[in-house]
């Protein structure tokens, strides 16, 4: 894992603004805004304008296919994965990460007449958010980290598309440490992410089956090891 972060130049860097709650509402709520990710943080709002790209969509369903596979090596393990849903602790944050993970039941469920987005004072929080960063690494890993850590997310994950780079931030002592293992994912190393990062050159399918013979092994290994 790289020790350094190194930030490239983006247009979206400096676009956070001063906001109400009322017009993040308005916005999220305008059926003409639906194809835009919303984030509030307490009394400031960015908009991602528009749909992401290729390479976006094919990272971004690569960690799909990454929690299914993993799941599938945990006996008797819950989890609900809600792809780009809404989480808002009303009147002072709201996000849309790519990723929202919930572990061990008792995730958010819809109910008719009730707004389309998950609300942190009726549910409780995720256990790991992920943001996949092609054009917006740079406030991925400031502004929605702190965003993330204001609404007690206890793991936060930042997929690097262009440098093939994942980062893990666990909450320990009410601040993001920068870790090389899954609190969520208990005993993914960063280390094997990164590998399959390194393969997407490939198709994703591809690359999500290599990850699943991989963690086959580490269960396998792990069997064998509690056995003597």
């Known amino acids: 894992m790289s020790q350094v972060i190194t930030l490239p130049q983006s247009p979206k860097i400096s676009s956070w603004r001063n906001a109400t709650w009322a017009e993040y509402i308005q916005r999220i709520e305008n059926p003409q805004s639906e194809s835009e990710q919303v984030f509030f943080n307490l009394d400031t709002i960015w908009v991602d304008m528009g749909n992401e790209g290729i390479n ?102 930042v997929i690097d598309v262009r440098g093939r780079q994942i980062w893990f931030f666990r909450l320990i002592e009410g601040k993001y440490q920068e870790c090389n293992e899954s609190g969520a994912l208990a005993g993914l190393p960063i280390d094997l992410v990164e590998q399959a990062l390194a393969q997407m050159d490939d198709d994703n399918s591809n690359v999500a089956l290599w990850f699943a013979a991989q963690i086959k092994d580490l269960s396998a290994q792990k069997n064998d090891l509690s056995q003597h």
Do not use: M
Request: proline letters at 7%; a negative charge; one cysteine or more.
């Open 56 to 157: 976006h969509s094919r990272f971004n369903e690569l960690f799909t296919l990454i929690f299914g596979f993993w799941f599938s090596q945990q006996a008797d393990v819950k989890f609900d994965l809600l792809g780009g849903c809404v989480l808002e602790k009303p009147k002072t944050q709201g996000a849309a990460p790519d990723k929202v993970l919930y572990i061990g039941g008792e995730a958010p469920r819809w109910q008719t007449g009730e707004p389309r987005r998950v609300n942190l004072d009726r549910w409780r929080v995720p256990d790991l958010v992920a943001e996949i960063a092609d054009t917006t690494l740079p406030i991925d890993l400031d502004e929605k980290k702190q965003l993330y850590l204001a609404l007690n997310i206890p793991e936060y994950w």
